[in-house]
């Protein structure tokens, strides 16, 4: 018996999962508001499923929190037939697709991803990256369709991400970079 995805996700989770469709998406809000499930579990395997041949990467603060946070939940709901990871090799297959896995804790993880070309990614907790591996990875996604889908929880007002992405969503997307933002509460 197959489920519908209307059935698995709150009202919020399905438009986000509906209409990120931007070429930056970005879910923010309070823990366990379930941005993650509609996200991470939901939204970005319908990505990897059906979006544009290439290179993908998911990245974590750490491999280890990626895993946690990530990996593991894919492996519960979609089990070892469609998906698989190997810590050890920093890659993932979920639907036959190949996904390259990166931890982005200092400064130094930006060189780990450069001369990538990317189809899309995925970023967990982004706030906890280094501004420099968000914006590689942007510059990274060159592939025509490419997407990038991350998740957050509240930073400082003054984080990069919230004033140079969230608090500029409309601005940006008026100029040409397709930014879409959801905003999380706890109901």
């Known amino acids: 018996m197959t489920t519908a995805i209307e059935d698995l996700l709150s009202p919020k989770q399905l438009r986000t999962f ?3 469709n931007g070429r930056i998406n970005l879910a923010h ?9 509609g996200v991470e579990q939901y ?12 290179d993908l990467l998911m990245s974590g603060r750490t491999i280890k929190s990626l895993e946690r946070n990530v990996l593991r939940p894919l492996l519960t709901l979609y089990g070892p037939k469609r998906f ?8 993932a297959h979920l639907f036959g697709r190949r996904i390259e896995l ?6 130094r993880a930006e060189e780990r991803i450069r001369g990538m070309t990317l189809a899309g990614k995925l970023d967990n907790e982004v706030t906890l990256f280094p501004e420099g591996y968000v914006r590689e990875g942007i510059n990274r996604m060159s592939v025509p369709g490419a997407q990038m889908f991350a998740t957050t929880n509240p930073d400082s007002p003054y984080h990069y991400l919230k ?12 100029s040409g970079l397709d930014v879409r933002v959801w905003h ?4």
């Open 84 to 91: 698989t990871y190997s810590l050890g090799k920093k890659e």
């Open 43 to 54: 939204r970005w395997p319908a990505f990897v499923r059906n979006g544009p041949p290439g």
């Open 163 to 174: 004033t140079d992405f969230i608090d500029r969503e409309a601005e940006l997307r008026a």
């Open 29 to 37: 809000g309070s823990v366990r508001s379930g941005k993650s499930v």
């Open 18 to 20: 509906r209409q990120s």
């Open 184 to 187: 999380y509460t706890l109901d």
């Open 102 to 107: 990166e931890g982005a804790n200092d400064a």
